[in-house]
């Protein structure tokens, strides 16, 4: 789709809201990774922890690039490492001020490496460490979306974290789902998986959700989307998640940057001492 305006003009911007710029796929070329995403108009990514070592690099590397912001948190694959200092670090981490969400926290049924029953534990710790610290949540859910919606679901209504509540990772529930998590007032994160041809189910989801409820993500350096399959994923690709949520909708690619990027802004940056971006 033309627009014939630059990638980089304002109305063009687009905000990755889930990567793991620390992981080891990048070591040789983080910088020009960086370079390469705001040369094409991604002007914030958030790096995501996936542990309490993986969240210390993600404040590190928000401290070192002015484009990117961080989300602290215990994955439910990585539940195991969680101890009360564990906990009492990630609330230490997010205190700074480029720290923007809680994450990514959930469940997974899928590789079940933690019981489930240990997994819950750390997920409800880690809502209550979030509404305590007054920040949003990134959730992951694979294959656990009754769990996960309920555990959500008893939290915002304990908590009444009001308009500080999250996203859903890489959704991959269906239209019944999705409405319950519009009802929570919650996102849905859409990737690279949309611009598979075989995705039939999410792309019809996907041109129906309400364009004020998406975030587009890479979740690099995986989930790599077409044409560039097989091969590492990075920021700068989240504009081809956004091309097709454009095409799937039949609206400019513009439209989709513009209320993706007001969504990751309002959800994200809202209580920061950082605003990033000019106001809309
Ligand atoms: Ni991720």
């Not at 109305?11 to 796929?25: E, G, K, M, R, Y």
């Not at 454009?246 to 994200?268: D, I, K, Q, Y």
Request: with cysteine.
């Amino acid at each position: 789709m033309r627009s014939g305006q630059p990638a980089n003009s304002e109305a063009n911007v687009l905000i990755d809201t889930h990567l793991h710029l620390d992981f080891d796929a990048f070591d040789a070329d983080r910088d020009e990774v960086v370079a390469r995403a705001v040369e094409a108009g991604v002007h914030q990514m958030i790096t995501i922890g996936i542990n309490v070592e993986t969240s210390r690099r993600a404040v590190a590397l928000a401290e070192r690039y002015e484009a990117v912001y961080a989300a602290v948190g215990v994955h439910p694959n990585e539940a195991h490492t969680w101890t009360p200092e564990v906990d009492a670090e990630l609330r230490a981490l997010a205190a700074h001020p480029k720290v923007v969400a809680i994450g990514e926290i959930g469940l997974d049924y899928h590789w079940e490496r933690v019981p489930p029953e240990h997994q819950h534990l750390v997920f409800r710790a880690q809502l209550r460490l979030a509404a305590d610290v007054g920040l949003p949540v990134v959730i992951h859910d694979r294959e656990a979306h009754d769990d996960v919606v309920r555990v959500v679901q008893e939290w915002v209504s304990e908590a009444g974290v009001g308009t500080r509540t999250g996203v859903f990772h890489c959704f991959s529930g269906d239209r019944e789902m999705a409405g319950r998590v519009l009802d929570l007032g919650f996102y849905v994160g859409v990737d690279g998986p949309v611009t598979f041809k075989n995705a039939r189910r999410l792309h019809a989801l996907v041109a129906e959700l309400p364009l004020d409820r998406l975030l587009v993500e890479t979740d690099a350096p995986f989930l790599t989307p077409h044409p560039y399959r097989g091969r590492r994923n990075e920021p700068a690709h989240v504009r081809l998640v956004a091309q097709r949520v454009a095409e799937l909708r039949g609206v400019s690619v513009e439209e989709v940057a513009r209320a993706t990027s007001h969504n990751a802004r309002r959800l994200f940056f809202k209580l920061t001492s950082v605003v990033p971006g000019r106001p809309e």
